[in-house]
């Protein structure tokens, strides 16, 4: 069964350092979004991602973070400087076709990201 | 905005314990309301969904059922399993843009089912 992949699975980094966290969605998906979970919270919606351009971000989503599908596999999350509030784990999630009534969002197995 | 309150947790029950996990949402319009579930090590799968009022979403023994007067969708189950053992996740989409817009998540809730 195809699934959605995200690497690493955990990564830790010095406070001010860029990450960039992979995912690779479903092959044949369409839409694709990133969510953080910050230890003890929610699940919080980042970005959504379609047709090579942000199609809506959260208030979260500020200057410091960016997000590209640099070829037609991988989608990328970019934070440029970290923060030890960054320190969460990230899911991707990608979706066939929007137009659908009621799409099932797919999700990644997540990316631990330390901040240290 | 939009919101979901969960109950908080972690829940510890024996197995062929009968499973409730209460979910209570807020939102404008009339969103649409899914359960996902996190086994260790796996990615968030959605266990069963509601578009409507009154709607029930029912996969691999659990249910939910949409209760627009109480702005509620709690998960049952009659007999849980060890192999239910898991973070269970209530969310919403968005009902402005519809269901295929971003998720709304509670906080989740771990259950450990006991042999």
């Known amino acids: 069964e195809p699934e959605v992949t995200q690497t690493p699975s955990h990564q830790v980094t010095q406070m001010g350092q860029e990450v960039i966290l992979r995912c690779v969605p479903i092959?044949?998906?369409?839409?694709f979004y990133w969510y953080r979970q910050i230890l003890g919270q929610k699940v919080e919606f980042l970005v959504s991602?379609?047709?090579?351009?942000?199609?809506?971000k959260s208030e979260i989503f500020d200057d410091q973070f960016s997000v590209e599908r640099p070829d037609g596999s991988n989608f990328t999350l970019k934070i440029r400087s970290t923060k030890l509030e960054d320190s969460a784990m990230y899911f991707c999630?990608?979706?066939?076709?929007?137009?659908?009534?009621?799409?099932?969002?797919?999700f990644g197995p997540g990316t631990r990201l330390t901040v240290l | 905005g939009n919101s979901v309150t969960q109950m908080e947790g972690p829940v510890t029950l024996s197995e062929e314990a009968f499973l409730t996990i209460n979910c209570t949402y807020t939102a404008t319009g009339y969103p649409s309301l899914f359960w996902y579930v996190q086994y260790p090590g796996e990615g968030l799968q959605l266990l069963l969904k509601?578009?409507?009022?009154?709607d029930k979403g029912s996969n691999k023994g659990f249910e939910a059922t949409y209760r627009k007067e109480t702005t509620s969708f709690h998960l049952e189950k009659g007999s849980v399993q060890v192999s239910d053992s898991a973070v269970y996740f209530c969310a919403l989409s968005d009902p402005l843009t519809g269901a295929n817009s971003k998720l709304t998540f509670g906080k989740g809730i771990t259950l450990s089912v006991r042999p």
């Open positions: 999630a990608s979706i066939a076709d929007r137009s659908l009534a009621h799409n099932e969002q797919f």
């Open positions: 509601a578009t409507k009022a009154d």
């Open positions: 991602f379609y047709n090579n351009e942000i199609s809506e």
């Open positions: 092959s044949n998906h369409l839409y």
